[in-house]
């Protein structure tokens, strides 16, 4: 019975990303994106880049179906990696992304450039095993006083969207 109950509830908790309110919700954090949280902007990483990532819009079909984003999990396996199939991802992060804080002295990005990363920087991967195993996004950073313990999901939320990258996660630069 609690299965089929969990079951449902998750059903539930991604129905809403079919919805146009989901679509617009997307679009509108696309746009806002360049409002960057100060307690993120004052933050200066060591070794690592802190950007804040664009999402990527689902697609909406000319009879208003909004398609949401989604992408093939990687799992561990006893012969290597396995594919768990498509997965609606809570954090649909595209390659592109603002930079919000560098190390000192690094010159090659700095505030403000927006910025192409690679398709493993912003990979969603599985924390733990069996039962336990939960999706992550694998770069994910959240400030130290953050309400949030894990990264945040929804995408009203003002620490949403940060990840940390190493220099070499950033292919290009606009």
């Known amino acids: 019975m609690s299965e089929t109950q969990q079951s449902k509830a998750e059903t539930n908790i991604h129905a809403y990303k079919y919805q146009p309110e989901y679509a617009e919700q997307a679009k509108q954090y696309n746009e806002t994106l360049l409002n960057l949280n100060p307690d993120y902007t004052t933050i200066t990483p060591l070794r690592k880049i802190l950007v804040r990532c664009y999402v990527i819009e689902p697609t909406v079909t000319e009879g208003g179906l909004v398609m949401p984003y989604k992408q093939m999990l990687s799992y561990q396996t006893k012969s290597g990696q396995g594919k768990a199939g498509e997965f609606e991802t809570d954090w649909p992060y595209a390659d592109k992304a603002v930079v919000v804080s ?14 192409q990363l690679t398709r493993n920087a912003v990979e969603i991967r599985v924390a733990a095993e069996g039962n336990n195993a939960v999706p992550i996004i694998a770069n994910g950073f959240v400030h130290v006083d953050s309400k949030n313990e894990m990264t945040p999901k929804n995408m009203d939320d003002p620490d949403y969207g940060y990840v940390l990258v190493s220099l070499g996660e950033i292919e290009a630069k606009y």
Do not use: F
């Open 102 to 115: 560098v190390p000192d002295g690094t010159t090659l990005v700095k505030q403000g450039d927006i910025v």
